[in-house]
């Protein structure tokens, strides 16, 4: 069975960082494409930064790009996303997605199973 559990949400004021840690099992972690998503109330979920498993660039949306960063350790089967520089409009739960393919689809079509979601709060 497919499992992916996230963590490392919480309240963090405008300008602060933190991480967030999703650990899979029941699969290869290095076979497929795994990305962070998020949603906000009343919005679609959206796709923050995905990582392939060949050595190709991340996909990072473009609202976070030079403030977060994706990463995943096989060893550990775990992905990372390293978020600095928060603000306000990054408040979202956070899921995190284990993609159909290898490929680092954006959209949460590419993508076949989720995490239970971890909320992140950024005050102004």
């Known amino acids: 069975e497919v499992q992916l559990v996230e963590s490392g949400g919480g309240l963090v004021q405008t300008g602060g960082s933190l991480i967030l840690s999703c650990a899979g099992s029941?699969?290869?972690?290095?076979?497929?494409?795994l990305g962070w998503f998020r949603q906000a109330p009343g919005r679609e979920r959206e796709g923050v930064a995905c990582i392939g498993s060949s050595d190709g660039e991340p996909y990072y949306l473009n609202s976070v790009k030079g403030r977060f960063t994706i990463s995943s350790d096989h060893a550990k089967n775990t992905v990372y996303l390293q978020m600095n520089s928060l603000k306000p409009e990054d408040t979202a739960v956070y899921y995190c997605?284990?993609?159909?393919?290898?490929?680092?689809?954006?959209?949460?079509?590419?993508?076949?199973?989720w995490g239970q979601g971890t909320q992140v709060t950024v005050s102004s």
């Open positions: 029941g699969f290869t972690f290095e076979d497929l494409a």
């Open positions: 997605g284990r993609a159909k393919t290898v490929v680092p689809g954006r959209r949460p079509s590419d993508y076949d199973d």
